[in-house]
């Protein structure tokens, strides 16, 4: 029976090891995606911090979008470099920012960035009512269309390769879904109390993180322990 007891202590042990082990697993995928976060952010101030103030952009819906507009409540989700294709042909290279509710093409004028200029087209693209669709003779390319309007709008990019250009149209596809409809382009900046709520988040969290890795030591330990006296106590 001191046999039987031991191997269900044994049994147990080794399900709060496992119990632990997934804790951590879910607190590291929550501290991956913290971080990747506070990166993002990181990102965005420092494409903002590198716009010239003058430089400003009128939207297809009329709304003028300046510096400022680009952290205004808004995420960055993703960014690179795309080149854009104007009426003649010829390509210029852009950086790319896909934020939380528009797109936005930048170029560097005078170790500066400025809105990219594209013929008379808007550089500063809602994703409302967007259409995002495949070049059938280029398979780097996409095309961003306007919709919703009198007069629909599109605009030609060329990712470096066909694997980038799906990548592109899919996370352009996730922040289309996911941003609400009713969503206008004017949103209230985050509060200085939203960033210490953030922040203290991050400390619980790798808080919890430490405390379940020597959880997981201790029950190793009391594991090994049980199973050194099972071994004994079968050879006696």
């Known amino acids: 029976s001191t046999h039987n007891s031991c191997g269900a202590e044994t049994d147990l042990e080794h399900t709060h090891v496992s119990e632990a082990l997934q804790l951590v697993k879910e607190i590291l995928t929550a501290v991956d995606s913290k971080v990747n976060e506070q990166e993002k952010k990181r990102r965005l101030k420092e494409v903002h911090s590198r716009t010239d103030s003058k430089s400003i952009m009128r939207m297809?819906?009329?709304q003028f979008f300046a510096k400022e507009d680009l952290?205004?409540?808004r995420r960055l989700i993703h960014d690179g470099t795309l080149q854009l294709?104007?009426?003649a042909g010829r390509l210029k290279e852009v950086q790319s920012l896909l934020l939380s509710d528009v797109l936005v093409f930048l170029q560097e004028k005078d170790q500066k960035y400025v809105f990219a200029s594209l013929d008379q087209r808007s550089t500063v693209i809602s994703l409302q009512n967007l259409i995002v669709r495949e070049v059938a003779n280029e398979e780097r390319g996409l095309f961003l269309i306007t919709a919703g309007t009198e007069k629909p709008e599109m605009v030609e990019v060329l990712a470096s390769s066909k694997e980038e250009r799906n990548t592109w149209r899919a996370i352009i596809q996730d922040a289309?879904?996911?941003?609400e409809k009713d969503e206008d382009e004017g949103i209230p900046s985050e509060t200085e109390e939203d960033k210490r709520?953030?922040?203290s988040r991050i400390k619980e969290i790798r808080g919890m993180c430490v405390c379940a890795c020597v959880?997981?030591?201790v029950c190793m330990y009391v594991c090994m322990y049980t199973c050194v006296c099972t071994h004994y106590i079968t050879h006696i």
Not at 176 to 179: A, F, G, I, S, V
């Open 197 to 199: 709520q953030q922040e």
């Open 176 to 179: 289309m879904n996911c941003m």
């Open 71 to 73: 952290l205004r409540g």
């Open 60 to 62: 297809k819906s009329g």
């Open 215 to 217: 959880y997981i030591y």
């Open 85 to 87: 294709k104007n009426s």
